[in-house]
């Protein structure tokens, strides 16, 4: 399986990005899609999940601002963030598991690349 991301960039406070995860190959293997982030000198965070059954799951940094979505094969997953904040500032990271659990754990079983996310004026 590989994930790619897309979609981050340079955004002012206040404003919205929506980055999305594509996932080729043994798609049927994955269970759950997340996202993680990581910012200088901070540790990596789950931001949001969703299983294939579409549970999903936010940290309390981004409730209310983030929200995940996939479509119905779970082969894209996108993350739209509204309100972003200076603090949102991160490297953004697509990865599948086996549960919401496991992820929360940083149990994964497939990561993708990467993609920076700042929020900036």
């Known amino acids: 399986v590989q994930l790619v991301e897309s979609g981050g960039g340079l955004v002012q406070p206040g404003g919205s990005l929506r980055l999305a995860c594509a996932a080729s190959?043994?798609?049927?293997?994955?269970?759950?899609m997340g996202w993680y982030r990581q910012a200088p000198g901070k540790q990596r965070e789950l931001v949001a999940a969703?299983?294939?059954?579409?549970?999903?799951y936010y940290a309390d940094s981004v409730k209310g601002r983030f929200t995940i979505s996939r479509n119905g094969a779970l082969n894209t997953v996108y993350l739209q963030m509204n309100s972003l904040k200076p603090e949102d500032t991160a490297v953004y990271y697509c990865a599948a598991g086996a549960s919401i659990v496991r992820l929360r754990f940083g149990s994964y079983d497939y990561w993708g690349q990467g993609t920076q996310v700042t929020v900036s004026s």
């Open positions: 969703i299983t294939s059954g579409g549970t999903t």
């Open positions: 190959g043994s798609i049927f293997r994955l269970n759950t």
